[in-house]
Every structure is written in C-alpha cells, then in structure tokens.
C-alpha cells in the first residue's frame, strides 16, 4: 500500500459508524459517563483515530501519544467534518481520559 488508508481493513476499523458507536458505548460505560446522543462528529474522529492508534500500534493510555499520518487525519475529517472547520491539533501529552 501506498497509503494507510488504502489498506482494506482502514474503512471497517477506522470509519465504519457501527463499529465506532460501540467503541464509544463501550468506553462510556466503563468510565460511567453519559455519551451524547446524538453523537458529535467530534467524538466520532475522536474515536476513529484512537481505533486507528489501538489498531497500527497495539497501546494507547495516559500520556502515551501517537501522531497520526495526515492521509488518515484527512479521511477522519472527510468521513466526520466540522461545519466551523475548526479542528483540534495533535498534542503531546494530556492528562485527561476522555475529551469529551
């Protein structure tokens, strides 16, 4: 592959609503935090590129940050795009579990 993106399980793994709805059901339950319904554009990247970090680099947790290729950062945002186009960019290191 040329790309990542092009890879035949990036759509399912990384895209697929289905699939990033239950990572997200999933994940607020084990934390007891409501999850929004409907769910934001916003928490569907926010899932879609912690799915593509979990699925290229087998860990993620606290303070362990991964950047992610700008293809793959641009399928998420075409698949799930911000009407502001005002988008959050990669930071080192965060203390927080969940954004949002």
């Given at each position: 592959?040329?790309?990542?993106?092009?890879?035949?399980?990036?759509?399912?793994?990384?895209?697929?609503?289905?699939?990033?709805r239950?990572?997200?059901?999933?994940?607020?339950?084990?934390?007891?935090?409501?999850?929004?319904?409907?769910?934001?554009?916003?928490?569907?990247?926010?899932?879609?590129?912690?799915?593509?970090?979990?699925?290229?680099?087998?860990?993620?947790?606290?303070?362990?940050?991964r950047?992610?290729?700008?293809?793959?950062?641009?399928?998420?945002?075409?698949?799930?795009?911000?009407?502001?186009?005002?988008?959050?960019?990669?930071k080192?290191?965060?203390t927080?579990?969940?954004?949002?």
């Amino acid at each position: 592959y040329n790309c990542i993106c092009e890879h035949e399980e990036f759509d399912f793994v990384c895209l697929y609503l289905a699939v990033l709805r239950t990572v997200l059901v999933r994940l607020y339950d084990l934390r007891k935090e409501p999850l929004t319904d409907p769910i934001v554009n916003r928490t569907y990247r926010w899932a879609a590129y912690t799915q593509f970090t979990y699925w290229i680099y087998n860990k993620l947790g606290r303070n362990v940050r991964r950047v992610i290729p700008s293809c793959v950062v641009w399928a998420v945002r075409k698949a799930f795009p911000e009407a502001s186009e005002d988008y959050t960019r990669f930071k080192e290191s965060n203390t927080s579990r969940f954004p949002y």
